[in-house]
Nanobody
Framework: QLQLVESGGGLVQAGGSLRLSCAAS????????MGWFRQAPGEERDFVAA????????DYADSVKGRFTISRDNAKNTVYLQMNSLKSEDTAGYYC????????????????????WGQGTQVTVSS
């Protein structure tokens, strides 16, 4: 079992930045592919970014490429999402997730592939 706790959300003006953190419990954090997803009210949960176990391979939704950066520190059991040049359409609840499968390909974008989820942190971007 892996427990995930997000932090770092808040209210920011358009063009600003936020850094989200997701702290994981357990001693096997480095064996999980990690992802960030977001969900606005009345919308589906959408893929934002993912990172492989070593941190060397990342993937991003087209809508955030060039603005968001995912990273991880396996020594600290933490995954981060640096969000720059924020837009009002980035407003959503942001969730980190862990994929425990041994799949070794590129990080997956489907929320159905992820096994553990945090409770989410709200990001609100004012225009």
């Amino acid at each position: 079992q892996l427990q995930l706790v997000e932090s770092g959300g808040g209210l920011v003006q358009a063009g600003g930045s936020l850094r989200l953190s997701c702290a994981a419990s357990g001693r096997t954090f480095s064996s999980y592919v990690m992802g960030w997803f977001r969900q606005a009210p009345g919308e589906e949960r959408d893929f934002v970014a993912a990172i492989n176990r070593s941190g060397r391979i990342t993937d991003y939704a087209d809508s955030v490429k060039g603005r968001f950066t995912i990273s991880r520190d396996n020594a600290k059991n933490t995954v981060y999402l640096q969000m720059n040049s924020l837009k009002s359409e980035d407003t959503a609840g942001y969730y980190c997730a862990a994929d425990r499968s041994p799949y070794s390909g590129p990080p997956r974008q489907s929320s159905h592939e992820y096994d553990y989820w945090g409770q989410g942190t709200q990001v609100t971007v004012s225009s």
